[in-house]
């Protein structure tokens, strides 16, 4: 467990770590870059680098916090990824139903696979559970239609690094859009109006809306206005289950 600065969560929960990049919003990963730094500081949990691994000992974490969180669940890789065994998705679940009191934000961008454990029947919902996929342009939207046939309670997009225009984006079931730029050494540049068009998209499907960054080569000082506003718009748990 680390508290984390990502505006949108609490603390970040990683019983796995590692990954593989599956399409353009993967190309600059920063949990890739943070990986390698962590390895060359000599931290144990990333001693093979960006390499998949399963951490059994980080099970236990969420039962001894003390107040209610909001945590995001595997900040540093991708839980639907096709090599964790669907075991060890199960326990994690396990933890996520067994502490109702805490959020627990789970994103990805295998939502084929998502999708498949669903319809088998091997994954428990509960409310406390948002589901989400990474939607970075229009060749990866599917990724909603998929997510949208699941029986997660709570479902958002995280369109982030936003790469491309989103139009037509079929919001219906869907509860919290997240909107972002890339940041790093060589980050690809977000069009304001891709951005107030997401957001146009979301007030017309009364659809919570929260702006995360510009990006750039220095995110601190874009900032995350937009129209001289931040937008913190969050799900409402209580009612926002749509199916």
Known sequence: ??????????????????????????KFCYAEVMSKRLRAMGVEKYKNGFKLALHENVLSEPYSWKHSKIVFVNSMSDLF???VPIEFIQKV????????????????KRADLLLQYDQAKLL??????????????????????????????????????????LRKLNLKKIDWVIVGGESGRKPRPM??????????????????????????????K?????????????PITDNSNKN
């Open 1 to 26: 467990m680390k508290q984390s600065k990502i505006e949108w969560t609490e603390l970040t929960w990683n019983p796995i770590t590692g990954c593989t990049k599956i399409s353009a919003g993967c």
């Open 81 to 83: 990824q096709k090599n």
């Open 93 to 108: 679940f396990t933890v996520m139903n067994e502490n109702p009191q805490h959020v627990f934000q789970v994103l990805t």
């Open 124 to 165: 428990k919902w509960t409310h406390n559970i948002w589901m989400g996929v990474s939607v970075e342009d229009e060749r990866v939207k599917d990724r909603i239609r998929l997510l949208k046939k699941t029986k997660a309670k709570v479902k958002f997009l995280s369109c982030e690094p936003l790469i491309g225009p």
């Open 191 to 220: 069009d304001v109006d891709w951005v107030l068009d997401i957001k146009e998209q979301c007030e017309k499907e009364d659809v919570a809306f929260f702006f995360k960054q510009w990006g750039g080569t220095s995110k601190k």
């Open 222 to 234: 874009t900032g995350r206005l937009l129209n001289g506003k931040t937008y913190d718009e969050m």
